[in-house]
């Protein structure tokens, strides 16, 4: 919706310190329910369950970017409830409103949008376009609270953790935070039929991808910013207008043709084409390497600018 | 006498003199606060417009569907830019920024604060919906005189949004709270006969929508646009005055016990 200064503090409890609650649950919650579900691990073939666990910690230990992804994940297993409006609640109730409600005015009047019930031409859209509206945003604030309001990011990186490894495993948890989500939003698309094609599932690392393209980059911004008072304006001249335009809700082909390359651009339109793709089953091999290809120079220049900027914050 | 209850006396201007002086410095973030409808205008209203042509307009008259968007964004308009104010930032204040601890060691009281902050967030929610306003007539959507009525009328939606938002705020212990006001403003936002007519709802949800508070500003605004005015208006009216008042009333008990126990 809207982003405000003050607002800064508010996604998932970042920013100003939020007190009460979040201290009275303790650090093992995660470790109780990995010893929970010890079943889980039983089925994956003949492993028994401590030697799974082992090896997941062996991962973490000898990488250290997947340490501050742990970090991460201990943050959200203590305030995922907040998180979830942002990111599922909201994409659904838009999918509620643009799939069904307006679907059935398009439907009516139009029949289809290129072949495609309205619901399935939107659904990949909101599905690509509210996963990169939620990176944009983790993009911004918690990245400014880790570099400056809170300052997490340079107790991490007073570990053996290069600054490198921060940015990293920042996104690595970003990543998957929103295949969790993409997840489920897909599936409750399926349900409701907006998936006709089974190769659906790989509009999920589609979003990922987009979402990552643009967060990368903007996340290697943030590291570089003292102040937040740019971020709301990123957020409405830059994210909401990408959001919009960007095929999620009509195709880029209505846009005025002056209008067309600066779509074409965005990382958000070529993981909309790629999603929309998967969930239909109609891209084309050359079409999807290229929208891959594209996807992947920007966050591998994202990963360069990151390394950088979070090189140069952390350093004193 | 109730001039005064709602928009205040001197020292409300105080508080209002606060905030602007504050966002003198950000006028950045100001000015881009209007663009989110203007964008929502753009994109659903005329592009996916283009895909679901006309719709059934009063007495039978066709509409087109940027026409019908039109007027529901600019009741959201009104929403959004009084509700960011009232919520997020009323809350930074009252909590860590003791910005009314700050006020209360003045001449001024805990119902100066409450309206000033409301007479802040109604004035900054205005300008929004003027410069929204503009917009539809360069874009040549609007239909009736009925419209110069718009911006009063979205005034009395801001303040409802306002009242409402000061005084559930209050109740909020920490910033993970706010989640609710997504969770309030986002369906409102998209289930308000804003992007469909009422008539595409199933019923139960219908009578839902209608008793919703976004619906009443929603009604108001497409009638005065369109030009199809009824007493029925006066209803929705009386709903945002009472939801404005009574919002406005609560955060002034509600201040009183928090800040002066």
Redesign the interface.
Same mark, same amino acid.
């Given at each position: 919706m809207d982003y405000d200064p003050a607002a800064a503090a508010a996604p998932d409890g970042f920013g100003p310190p939020t007190g009460d609650g979040a201290d009275a649950t303790d650090f093992t919650t995660s470790g109780r329910e990995a010893a929970a579900t010890p079943g889980a691990a039983a089925t994956a073939t003949d492993t028994p369950p401590h030697r799974t666990r082992d090896r997941i910690a062996d991962l973490v230990v000898s990488r250290p970017l997947l340490r501050q992804t742990e970090r991460e994940a201990r943050v959200w297993v203590r305030t995922w409830k907040g998180s979830l409006v942002s990111g599922l609640l909201t994409p659904l109730l838009f999918l509620g409103a643009m799939g069904l409600g307006l679907g059935g005015l398009v439907d009516e009047n139009s029949g289809d949008v290129a072949g495609l019930s309205y619901l399935v031409f939107v659904a990949p859209g909101i599905l690509a376009a509210a996963a990169m509206q939620s990176a944009a945003a983790d993009a911004l604030w918690p990245v400014m609270s880790g570099v400056k309001w809170t300052k997490t990011y340079h107790a991490a990186s007073a570990t053996p953790l290069a600054p490198s490894d921060v940015y990293g495993g920042y996104l690595v948890w970003m990543a998957v935070r929103l295949a969790m989500n993409a997840t489920a939003f897909l599936v409750v698309a399926a349900l409701l039929g907006g998936v006709p094609s089974a190769w659906g599932v790989f509009a999920v690392p589609a979003a990922v991808a987009g979402a990552l393209a643009f967060a990368a980059p903007l996340a290697a911004y943030s590291a570089s910013q003292d102040s937040d008072l740019p971020f709301p304006i990123i957020m409405r001249i830059v994210v909401m207008p990408m959001f919009l335009f960007s095929g999620t809700f009509f195709a880029v082909e209505q846009l005025p043709a002056g209008i067309r390359p600066l779509a074409w651009v965005t990382p958000l339109w070529h993981a909309v084409e790629l999603a929309r793709g998967a969930t239909t089953g109609s891209l084309g091999l050359a079409a999807v390497a290229g929208h891959v290809a594209f996807l992947a120079a920007c966050i591998a220049a994202g990963a360069w600018w990151g390394a950088r900027t979070f090189g140069r914050r952390l350093a004193a | 006498m109730t001039a005064i209850a709602l928009v205040g006396t001197k020292r409300t201007l105080r508080v209002v003199e606060r905030n602007v002086r504050s966002y003198a410095r950000?006028w $950045?973030?100001f000015l *881009?606060?209007f663009?989110?409808p203007i964008? +929502?205008l %753009?994109?659903?209203g005329i #592009?996916?417009g283009?895909?679901?042509?006309d /719709?059934p307009g009063p007495g039978g008259h066709p509409v087109s +569907?940027e026409l019908f968007v039109a007027p529901a964004m600019l009741a959201t308009s009104a929403m =959004?830019g009084t509700v %960011?104010?009232t919520t997020? =930032?009323f &809350?930074?204040?009252y909590k +860590?920024a003791k910005t009314f601890d700050g006020m209360l060691a003045t001449p001024l009281g805990v119902a100066d604060i409450a309206r000033g902050e409301l007479a802040w967030a109604l004035l900054r929610g205005t300008i929004y919906v003027a410069g929204f306003l503009l917009t539809m007539i360069a874009l040549d959507l609007v239909e009736s005189w009925w419209a110069l009525l718009a911006l009063p009328a979205a005034a009395l939606i801001g303040f409802a949004f306002a009242g409402a938002g000061l005084g559930l705020t209050t109740y909020m212990?920490?910033? *993970?709270d &706010?989640?609710y006001v #997504? /969770?309030a403003? *986002? $369906?409102l936002?998209? @289930?308000s006969a804003t @992007? @469909?007519p009422l008539s595409?709802?199933p019923g139960a949800l219908a009578w839902f929508v209608r008793i919703s508070p976004l619906y009443q500003g929603v009604a108001i605004e497409r009638a005065l646009v369109l030009g199809d005015v009824s007493w029925s208006l006066i209803g929705h009216a009386a709903y945002l005055a009472a939801m404005g008042v009574f919002g406005l009333r609560l955060a002034t008990r509600r201040l009183g016990f928090l800040l002066q126990p």
């Open positions: - | 950000m $950045p973030a *881009t606060g663009l989110e964008f +929502y %753009f994109s659903i #592009g996916v283009e895909l679901v042509g /719709l +569907y =959004n %960011f104010d997020f =930032n &809350f930074f204040k +860590y212990r920490s910033f *993970t &706010f989640a #997504g /969770l403003i *986002t $369906p936002f998209l @289930f @992007f @469909f595409e709802y």
